[in-house]
């Protein structure tokens, strides 16, 4: 009988310490990397805390992209979902007893807390653009517009044929990098350095039914490139975000020029050569972006701008078979069969008045133009 009631005993102690157990499920988030816990679910939030690697927070809200958590200390902010893991914990505690009511205590005083300033949200961000840019030669190809005329006056004759064109310098193909710097989420300045390449090769051949022939062709090339300081106003957002732009910089010119003519039915054979031609010109842009963000800190974009680009007073070597020698570059118009026709070429003086040339001045070499963008940002 002893023993019956021993056994009683220990099996209502056994149940009674199962039932007053409660096993309960909990969701907590690991960081994957370093994540900036913020005051907001949006980018544009303080930053109140870091969660480092590997450490362990309490998941409070699940709001899809960001997530609200509870650090340890109990201080509680909201993370970027893709910088996290959610774990589900099961934690066993005990049951709550039946306690009488406490005795009424008096309130205590309220505690004053002293308010922590928060981290700055200053960024450093590196971009690398490439760009294709419409631009306008202007004067660049008046020798080939006088080769031009002169071409087609020439297949004017009853039976003669045209092939070819002869075109100025229509494009630059080129990029930008830049360091910025952003003390606030939609403000941010930046240096950078540009540079663009160009080149145009093509040619214009007339003939006969004889078989003679005038053929001309002609060799553009330019490089053009310089430092710029940039200033950046953008509409933050978590994803998709628009930025406008302004920038000034300090552009240099390199370019060279080349024409030829050959004729078969006299056997003769010309050229102009105009090399080394440099110049520095101060230019001015503007325009607007789309920023695609991959992450908090990285994206790619997709601009466009206007740049203001013109270069005067260039100097360089003039060559032809019976000249060579370093020199300004002109333009003016001289008088043909054809009429008055534009004409560039590098000389030592002004050239003289003469009844067969006119409005001589120092030529311009223009390349404004819209110019296309795509690249890549970071911001650390």
Do not use: C
């Not at 003679?212 to 553009?220: A, E, G, K, T, W």
């Not at 680009?309 to 333009?331: N, Q, R």
């Amino acid at each position: 009988m002893r023993k019956a009631l021993l056994v009683i005993l220990s099996f209502s102690l056994f149940l009674g310490v199962v039932f007053s157990q409660e096993v309960v499920t909990r969701k907590n988030v690991v960081a994957i990397q370093d994540a900036n816990v913020r005051s907001m679910p949006s980018t544009q939030g303080e930053i109140l805390f870091v969660l480092h690697a590997g450490e362990k927070a309490e998941l409070i809200e699940d709001m899809g992209t960001w997530l609200k958590i509870r650090r340890s200390d109990g201080a509680i902010g909201y993370v970027w979902s893709k910088l996290v893991r959610v774990e589900v914990e099961k934690v066993v505690k005990p049951a709550p007893k039946p306690v009488s009511p406490p005795a009424p205590k008096p309130k205590p005083k309220p505690v004053m807390q002293t308010a922590v300033p928060s981290p700055r949200t200053a960024q450093f961000g590196l971009s690398f653009n490439f760009n294709y840019a419409l631009v306008s030669p202007d004067d660049f190809n008046a020798t080939g517009k006088y080769f031009q005329a002169f071409m087609d006056y020439i297949s004017s004759a009853p039976g003669s044929s045209k092939e070819g064109k002869l075109e100025g310098l229509k494009h630059l193909l080129g990029g930008e990098v830049e360091m910025g710097y952003y003390p606030t989420e939609n403000i941010g300045i930046g240096l950078g350095f540009s540079f663009n390449n160009g080149h145009v090769s093509e040619s214009t051949k007339v003939s006969d039914p004889g078989g003679n022939y005038f053929q001309i062709s002609q060799d553009l090339k330019a490089s053009v490139y310089g430092p710029y300081l940039g200033f950046h106003f953008s509409v933050p957002a978590q994803l998709i975000s628009l930025e406008v732009f302004g920038n000034v910089g300090y552009y240099f010119g390199n370019f060279s020029m080349k024409y030829t003519f050959s004729s078969s039915s006299s056997g003769s054979y010309w050229y102009i050569s105009m090399e080394n031609m440099k110049k520095s010109s101060l230019g001015f842009g503007g325009g607007a972006r789309l920023n695609i963000r991959f992450s908090p800190n990285a994206g790619i974009f997709l601009a466009g701008k206007y740049q203001f680009i013109k270069f005067s007073d260039i100097e360089g070597h003039f060559t032809t078979p019976h000249d060579s020698y370093d020199g300004t570059l002109y333009y003016f118009e001289v008088n043909t069969p054809v009429g008055w026709l534009p004409f560039t070429m590098i000389s030592e003086t002004e050239p003289p008045p003469a009844p067969d040339i006119r409005n001589v001045r120092k030529a311009v070499l223009n390349f404004s133009g819209f110019y296309l963008g795509a690249g890549f940002f970071l911001r650390f």
